[in-house]
């Protein structure tokens, strides 16, 4: 390639970085903040409630096996953990296993890791895969975190997704008893606050999002990450609690 072509492929790259910036620039100044979020709000809602009509996240499958989560947190959970590499995720509430399946064959492209997953109930056609084990139980069962401790063992990393029971007790309890298992610099994920009117479900009750709140003002090693919400939809905001100590 000569020095021509590749000045002339560096131009158009400068010029398109310029277009792109022209454009976020003059959206921020001409939107109000409070009108982006409205839209998105806006946008969530709609999204969520479509699952009425059989589509959405109530129609979202991997290899086969329904996932019950929006595609932009199943998005971050790659990259998540692509940054973590961790030797255990733990997930409360297996459901159709879906997003258990998806796990493990992130860890397969990775060449590490496994997957607790938890449930009370036993469904027919769960996936099998070398680096998923599958728990019965509550996941608020001291029976139950004892196994999971005795998977986990000595190591680490440890990643944990909480995605059971949507009730701000069940989900606090479950905060504080898989919190320790969680390694600095992991992540300790609280799925679907967006219940109770954050911004869907607005009868739903004291949820994840309350839980959240609760955990947070006593537990100071934990904070959301912020850098998780920038896809700006997530089934999870202020969801993605990052273990700083």
């Known amino acids: 390639m000569s020095l021509m072509e590749v000045l002339r492929g560096l131009g158009r790259a400068v010029a398109h970085e310029i277009r792109t910036f022209r454009g976020a620039l003059y959206r921020r100044i001409a939107l109000d903040p409070a009108d982006e979020r409205s839209v998105v709000r806006e946008f969530h809602r709609l999204y969520f409630d479509a699952r009425a009509f059989d589509m959405t996240w109530r129609n979202t499958y991997f290899m086969g096996h329904a996932v019950l989560k ?15 590499r961790p030797a ?34 036993e469904r027919r056609g769960a996936p099998a895969h070398p680096r998923i084990t599958y728990v019965r139980g509550s996941s608020v069962d001291p029976n139950v975190v004892a196994r999971v401790r005795s998977e986990i063992g000595g190591t680490s990393p440890v990643v944990v997704l909480l995605d059971s029971d949507h009730r701000r007790d069940h989900v606090l309890a479950e905060l504080e008893a898989y919190a320790p298992l969680v390694s600095p610099g992991s992540y300790l994920v609280v799925e679907d606050t967006n219940l109770n009117g954050h911004p869907v479900e607005p009868d739903h009750g004291p949820g994840p999002m309350e839980a959240v709140e609760a955990f947070l003002a006593r537990h100071p090693e934990f904070a959301h990450d912020a850098g998780m919400d920038k896809f700006l939809l997530t089934f999870n905001p202020q969801g993605y609690l990052k273990r700083l100590r």
């Open 88 to 121: 255990v995720i733990v997930e409360t509430g297996t459901a159709f296993g879906g997003s258990a399946l998806y796990l493990a064959s992130i860890c397969d492209l990775l060449g590490a890791g496994r997957v607790v997953t938890i449930d009370v109930v």
């Open 70 to 84: 929006c595609p932009l947190d199943l998005w971050l959970y790659q990259e998540m953990l692509h940054s973590v």
